[in-house]
């Protein structure tokens, strides 16, 4: 299959339009069988679920052309499973997860040509979400919505790739206690907008959102879970009710205690132990593994032992077998790569 003519090592973190995307309906109550479409834009009633009152939710993960030349993609069932629990949140109905991972299967095999050769740098990102589309006026849910799924190809998230970002405690609060910080909403990300756009203002790179309850533990990025390393090599990740539980996160705890050996430790982390660690990145679908050199505190600065040239030895270790997995370079555990072709 002949690529498409892309400049795959220079491709920043933006849309480009694929050939196909996977739309179904909903409803009278149940999903109809959906299918591809040439389509991208969609045509909505002006009151509109989405429209009003925000109802959407969303997921991303990646496929990879692998070093034998497969595509593949990572741990497709758990976005799948995670999506459901978005959507019970905000009152909309569960997009089946058998379904949702023969449609990113349709959808990446649709649009064989963009997916990034290996050893570009680039992959194919996936964007499945769902969203009310009947007129809502009160405040209620809607009764029909729109599941969809596109692809684009991306490059780093952050400008640099794996050279290490500065970020800052931010003064606003991503997610409230027993709010919606857990799911992946729209809105979550909506309220971020005012918050990134300041702190890129004044030249950091992302935020770290503390709790917004006690303002002492570290919860997350606007797109990110945090990870740590100790002085003495322990790998630990702060645990909240209100950060989004990522994937990536999950899978590097699995690689780090069952593949690398490492101890790990999954808790609160206060923000003022922060200073005693050698290591911090930002890890995510879209982040990969992004390293953090230096966390801005209010006029106070935290720079990490690994510096601001290179990712610290062990997060490099992390990274270099967590994307070895998602490549096809290194066996995963069993059930991580879906291969699509
Ligand atoms: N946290 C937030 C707020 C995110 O938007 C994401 C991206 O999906 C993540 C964490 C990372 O999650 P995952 O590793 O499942 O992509
Ligand atoms: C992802 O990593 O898939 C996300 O949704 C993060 C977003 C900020 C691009």
Redesign the pocket.
């Known amino acids: 299959m002949e690529k498409k003519d892309i400049d795959w090592s220079n491709l920043g973190f933006g849309y480009v339009k694929t050939d196909k995307r996977y739309v179904s309906n909903y409803k009278d109550g149940s999903w109809d069988e959906g299918c591809l479409t040439e389509d991208a834009n969609i045509v909505l009633n002006e009151c509109a679920g989405v429209l009003q009152y925000a109802q959407t939710v969303f ?3 990646k496929a990879y052309t692998t070093e034998d030349g497969r595509i593949v993609c990572f741990r497709p069932d ?2 799948a499973a ?1 999506m459901v629990d978005s959507a019970k949140r905000l009152e909309m109905p569960a997009f089946p997860e058998d379904r949702f991972v023969e449609a990113v299967v349709e959808t990446v095999k649709a649009n064989a040509a963009y997916v990034p050769p290996y050893g570009s740098g680039a992959t194919l990102y996936i964007r499945p979400y769902m969203f009310g589309s009947n007129p809502v006026i009160g405040v209620k849910p809607a009764n029909e919505y729109q599941f969809r799924m596109f692809c684009t190809p991306v490059g780093p998230y952050f400008k640099g790739g794996a050279k290490p970002i500065t970020i800052k405690v931010s003064d606003f609060d ?1 997610a409230a206690p027993h709010g919606t ?1 857990h799911i ?1 909403a729209g809105l ?2 909506a309220m ?1 907008l005012h918050a990134i756009v300041t702190a890129h203002a004044e030249g950091f790179d992302e935020n770290m959102y503390l709790d917004a309850a006690t303002r002492t533990k570290v919860e ?6 945090f990870i740590f390393i100790t002085k003495d090599g322990t790998l630990v990740t702060p645990k909240s009710d209100s ?9 590097l705890v699995d690689v780090a205690s069952k593949i690398l050996g490492m101890k790990v430790e999954h808790r609160e982390v206060y923000f003022d132990e922060v200073k005693d660690f050698a290591e911090c990145g930002l ?5 990969v593994i992004s390293p953090v050199g230096k966390i801005y505190d209010h006029g106070k600065e935290i720079c990490f032992p690994s510096g601001m040239e290179d990712m610290g030895p062990v997060t490099k270790k992390l990274y270099d077998t967590l994307t070895g997995i998602q490549m096809g370079r290194i066996e995963g555990p069993e059930g991580w790569i879906k291969e699509i072709m």
């Open positions: 997921e991303g993960l758990l976005n995670r991503r910080g992946k979550n990300y971020s997350e990025t606007g797109g990110a879970n950060i989004l539980p990522s994937i990536t996160r999950r899978s890890c995510g679908t879209a982040a």
